[in-house]
């Protein structure tokens, strides 16, 4: 142990060489802040290529050595330093490119550890009495310390404020992109996907997707954005997709495609189903371009009017290139008209219950493969004197031949197949 006038000649001369380093440190400021910021730029590599960052970094570091070091020449109390505005404007410039604030953090953690290894080897340089050395490494350790730790907190208190700001503006900014895009205004396609951060210039599908709030576990919305990706990459996606948050339970969904990709509609489903038994989906029809990225759009919206009309009838997804759901769509938005259409087509065949819809479903297909009951009996997988029963009864409960205002009655049995109780009369 050394007397208390060792300790106190010990701590003074260590004062003075640590005052005595933190100046002449002035004259080999640039060195060093040249050295920390390239070993600084290649332990961060979201910076590398960035020459703006790259040069602010050098700011940075520059500045919180020449603030640091006045610090420790002068025995400045470290809690009314500001963090200087070079590194101020590097924390905003990173939360605006959407940089974490680890990279921040890590910035000042190594320029911590570098810096002070610099200091010890100029105390063993300059210092030989090593308890001298040792009391100047600890004063300046504890003084960086304290440093860092108040000029870390503001720069990331700074990056905080930027991002959110920045959150805000780039949300309004894209918004406003997709809104214009979305209504055919006349838009630079480069700037757009670049706000977007997607790719218009490829081929989509469009898809609306929504969760029943009656039984959605919490943050449903969360699970819309999971399951935008998972469908994306149930269908081969090379980029990611772009989800647009519309409400709490609602969302908007595009999904990049490869050229000549197939929409298989059972493993979309399956995705679906994986994601919660609340969760329903609509999709539009691939398109290309730009063009193509608004009609897809546009299409899974009616897909999506056709499900929430169905309600209770709804598949898991409803699909715009599905057989009447076009004819459904356009239906579903003058359901007065519709009710009209379907009672005047169907007659005894236009009511609500198991037994007439399988006439109707049959009748319907029977239509579409050309009134073929053996065609009929292969697609829905009866025995065609079944099936013959079946079509039979469906005519005499209309009242009229099949034939009779053929293209009125197959969009009624369309509206009755995706619409189902909103156009069909109360049963009695």
């Not at 608004?294 to 009017?305: K, P």
């Not at 087509?345 to 236009?350: C, D, E, F, S, V």
């Amino acid at each position: 142990m050394h007397p208390p006038a060792d300790r106190e000649e010990i701590s003074r001369r260590a004062a003075a060489r640590v005052a005595g380093i933190a100046a002449a440190t002035s004259g080999q400021l640039d060195d060093v802040a040249r050295v920390l910021q390239v070993e600084l730029a290649e332990s961060i590599p979201e910076l590398r290529g960035d020459r703006l960052m790259l040069d602010l970094l050098h700011a940075s570091v520059e500045s919180n050595v020449k603030t640091f070091f006045h610090v420790a020449r002068y025995g400045l109390p470290v809690d009314t330093v500001e963090a200087p505005w070079p590194a101020v404007e590097y924390a905003r410039r990173l939360a605006q490119r959407e940089i974490s604030s680890n990279a921040l953090l890590r910035a000042y953690r190594l320029g911590h550890r570098r810096a002070l290894e610099w200091v010890a080897g100029e105390l063993a340089r300059v210092e030989p009495d090593g308890l001298v050395s040792f009391a100047a490494l600890q004063m300046l350790q504890e003084s960086a310390f304290a440093y860092i730790d108040r000029v870390s907190e503001q720069v990331v208190a700074e990056y905080e404020t930027a991002r959110e700001r920045w959150l805000a503006h780039r949300n309004t900014i894209r918004t406003a992109t997709l809104s214009a895009l979305l209504a055919g205004d006349e838009v630079d396609v480069s700037t757009a996907e670049q706000v977007l951060g997607y790719r218009l210039r490829q081929q989509h599908l469009g898809l609306v997707l929504w969760a029943d709030e009656r039984m959605a576990s919490a943050r449903p919305l969360g699970r819309l954005g999971q399951l935008t990706h998972a469908m994306a990459q149930e269908m081969g996606a090379e980029s990611p997709p772009l989800f647009v948050p519309q409400d709490r339970s609602l969302g908007w969904g595009w999904v990049p495609l490869r050229a000549g990709t197939r929409v298989d509609l059972d493993r979309l489903a399956r995705c679906l189903g994986e994601a919660g038994p609340e969760v329903r989906a609509a999709i539009g029809a691939v398109g290309t371009g730009p063009e193509g990225f608004r009609a897809t759009h546009r299409q899974a919206l009616q897909a999506h009017q056709v499900a929430v009309v169905g309600a209770d009838r709804a598949r898991r997804i409803t699909s715009y290139t599905a057989p009447g759901v076009r004819a459904a769509a356009i239906l579903a938005g003058d359901l007065t008209t519709a009710r009209d259409l379907v009672t005047s087509m169907l007659g005894g065949l236009a009511r609500d219950d198991e037994g007439t819809e399988r006439l109707r479903e049959t009748l319907a297909v029977f239509l579409q493969e050309n009134q073929s009951f053996v065609a009929t009996a292969a697609k829905v997988h009866l025995h065609k004197n079944t099936v013959k029963y079946r079509v039979d009864k469906a005519v005499r409960l209309r009242g009229r031949p099949i034939d009779e205002d053929r293209l009125d009655l197959e969009l009624a049995l369309a509206a009755c197949r995706w619409l189902g109780p909103a156009v069909l009369p109360p049963s009695p």
